[in-house]
């Protein structure tokens, strides 16, 4: 069991420190304050409202100019997990915490990120980070594997560099494509590559004032650019970090 508490003072003249909060956990069936500030941990029964009145007030309070010497005029619990039986059986089932509904990533959801994945690497990243987020996926589904391969078709069409090269791409695959599969792949086909300066985007790079602006750039595009486009980003960004220099050198 652990929980978060926040202790208050409006008689303070300390704005910036009038509220604090502290957590409650349980350990070997012992409770425990903790203060981050102080970095100290407090022997409590948290959970009983006297016990973490007195705590709070004659043993946490007394770092705090602030709040010592009964200054307190408000604590209050601001979340409480429980995770063992014997903390939860006087709780009414209806006021129990009920477990959040298990949500898989649909097919509405996958289209969006063949929409936006510039290549199989970074697809596949946005999943993870919707499966990081608690999101589900039924990588056996039908669903899914028709978007992986429509991702892997749609990564070698960006790679194709004329139009002539994805029509022979489109040719070599459309038969095992589903009907539904086909049209969105020949849309890819059809397409208009964008230029090589829109896709590594030199223009946002011109635009950015710090060497140390450009390097953050270069990182947020790690995941979204090939190894070959990578390698030619971070040979432009190079440079134009080599022409800063040399305008300082100038300017002294």
């Known amino acids: 069991m652990c929980g978060s508490i926040t202790i208050s003072s409006s008689t303070t003249t300390k704005e910036n420190h009038r509220i604090h909060a502290i957590a409650g956990f ?12 102080q970095r100290k941990i407090f022997t409590c029964k948290w959970w009983d ?5 007195k705590v709070v007030k004659t043993e946490v309070a007394s770092y705090y100019p602030q709040f010592r010497n009964n200054q307190i005029n408000a604590i209050q619990y601001n979340f409480i997990i429980f995770s063992r039986d014997e903390f939860t059986r006087g ?94 792949i020949a849309q ?17 790079v011109n635009k950015l004032k710090t060497m140390k602006a450009r390097k953050e750039y270069l990182q947020s595009k790690k995941k979204n650019l090939s190894a070959e486009n990578l390698k030619r980003l ?19």
């Open 91 to 184: 709780i009414a089932p209806a006021c129990r915490l009920r477990t959040r509904p298990i949500v898989y990533i649909n097919k509405a959801a996958l289209n969006s990120i063949l929409n936006k994945a510039t290549n199989v690497t970074n697809g596949l990243a946005m999943i993870k980070n919707l499966t990081n987020a608690g999101y589900k996926l039924n990588q056996k589904s039908t669903v899914y594997r028709d978007f992986h391969q429509k991702l892997v078709i749609k990564e070698e069409m960006l790679r194709a560099k004329t139009l002539a090269q994805r029509k022979a791409i489109y040719s070599r695959v459309w038969r095992s494509l589903p009907a539904a599969n086909r049209k969105i």
């Open 26 to 37: 349980v350990c070997n069936n012992q409770g425990f304050l903790y203060d981050s500030n």
């Open 234 to 252: 971070r040979n432009y960004i190079a440079a134009k970090n080599q022409a800063a220099r040399e305008a300082r050198k100038i300017k002294r």
């Open 188 to 204: 890819y086909r059809n397409a208009k590559p964008a230029s090589i300066t829109t896709v590594l985007g030199f223009n946002a």
């Open 49 to 53: 409202v006297n016990d973490l009145h």
